[in-house]
């Protein structure tokens, strides 16, 4: 038998509802059990929002995105596409050109980012599931346009409207004579198909027509791309397909996967959870220090009991240990009920969505997404801050004014 744990128990759940000892120890699990759920709820939240972004991103960015390293656009020549195509784990790749250009309908002007694509990029990304109104591009036909939702609302445009089409400019290569400034510019009249929404950076700035649409609007010639886009096929290895991409490319590319190609955002969302878990374990550390105040209260109370141990034999050790047990199982408690609140809220969340966004949001609910490695480091933060705060009262207590030693 652990006579250490045997007695701890006994203090914990004697009968003794009106001591004020037990009512402290209660306390400080109940001051344990709201910062641990707290801890849950909030990092599963930020979990989720970080899940989201990658979500919407990776739907808008390839797995993999091959640019030059000079330069804004390159050819794309037949032979390396051939290579780069019979790399293990490519599936598709798809060709880009993009650049600014004014948008104009009616007496509204918007310079946007035009991404020029073609027939594989719905493979390569999954941006047609973006699309919240209207359809994506067809590929049979040119000058279609898919506006952001913010794009479209600045320049006043409705799906509605089926007879306005909207005026894409692009200014022409090489000097112009010409006193009329229009000339200056290449003119293509397209017809807006679908709006996305994505966020507030993609919805406002940025917009899809097809390849060569682009192509003919930015006077690029024949096969100039702007990126090679690649899919992988499921269960790829990212880092394998993209070092062997880099050996077939040379130093003259650079390749990226999805996540470097929106690295600052990334780090970010990472930076911003650590601080968070930082702040709110100190929050939990401050919660913790109130078992100082229950083993204190606990031993002078228990004074009578740990000088009759003493006399049976018990030493320093043991009677240590018999409080820091104690200590012990009121974190222990205290983070598992906490982990069990913050748990059951986080899965309500995720099946009732009961915190709900305004309308005009992509998700109706704030996303929740329950990691298990949370689960552990916040337990073992729990646990380690609450072996420190024991230790205090527990060699001091038991060696002054007990005549333990």
């Known amino acids: 038998m652990n006579v250490a744990l045997y007695i701890a128990r006994r203090y914990f759940v004697a009968k003794k509802s009106t001591n004020a000892i037990t009512v402290i120890s209660w306390i400080s699990v109940l001051a344990i059990a709201v910062g641990t759920s707290a801890l849950i709820i909030i990092l599963s939240g930020m979990n ?62 918007q310079i946007t980012h035009i991404k020029g694509v073609d027939e594989n990029f719905t ?40 007879f306005t089409p909207v005026s894409v400019y692009c200014p022409k290569r090489g000097t112009s004579s010409s006193i009329n400034p229009e000339d200056a510019f290449n003119e293509e009249k397209c017809n807006t198909t679908g709006f996305f929404s994505i966020n507030d950076d993609f919805d406002f700035t940025y917009g899809l027509m097809n390849y060569e649409t682009a192509r003919s609007l930015l006077e690029y010639p024949a096969n100039s791309v702007t990126a090679f886009e690649i899919g992988l096929k499921p269960n790829a290895d990212v880092d394998a397909v993209k070092n062997e991409i ?36 100190f929050v939990l550390l401050i919660a913790t220090f109130n078992i100082i105040g229950a083993l204190t209260m606990l031993i002078i109370e228990k004074k009578k009991d740990v000088q009759t141990l003493s006399a049976m034999g018990a030493d320093v050790g043991l009677i240590r240990k018999i409080f820091m047990t104690e200590g012990l199982m009121i974190i222990f408690i205290g983070a598992t009920i906490g982990i069990l609140i913050g748990y059951v809220l986080c899965l309500l969340q995720q099946y009732y969505g009961f ?28 646990l380690c801050t609450g072996f420190i705060a024991a230790i205090y009262p527990i060699r001091v207590f038991t060696k002054q004014g007990l005549s333990v030693e």
Do not use: C, H
């Open 246 to 281: 880099q050996k077939i490319a040379g130093n003259k590319f650079v390749i990226k996967n999805k996540y470097e190609q929106n690295d600052v955002l990334f780090k970010t969302l990472k930076t911003e959870k650590l601080w968070t878990f930082i702040i709110l374990a």
């Open 48 to 109: 989720g929002l970080t899940g989201l972004v990658q979500t919407l991103y990776n739907s808008f960015n390839p797995d993999v995105k091959i640019t030059a390293v000079s330069g804004k656009v390159f050819i794309a020549d037949n032979t390396l596409i051939a290579k780069i195509k019979n790399v293990n784990g490519v599936a598709y790749l798809s060709k880009t050109l993009d650049d600014n250009m004014l948008l104009k309908f009616n007496d509204q002007l």
């Open 123 to 162: 493979n390569v990304t999954r941006f047609d599931t973006l699309v919240v109104e209207g359809n994506y591009l067809s590929v049979q036909k040119n000058n279609q346009l898919v506006l952001g939702k913010g794009v479209a609302y600045r320049l006043g445009v409705s799906l509605n409207n089926l």
């Open 355 to 382: 915190v709900k966004f305004e309308e005009g949001y992509i998700v109706n609910a704030y996303p929740i997404e329950v990691r298990f490695s949370d689960f552990v480091l916040i337990m073992a933060t729990v």
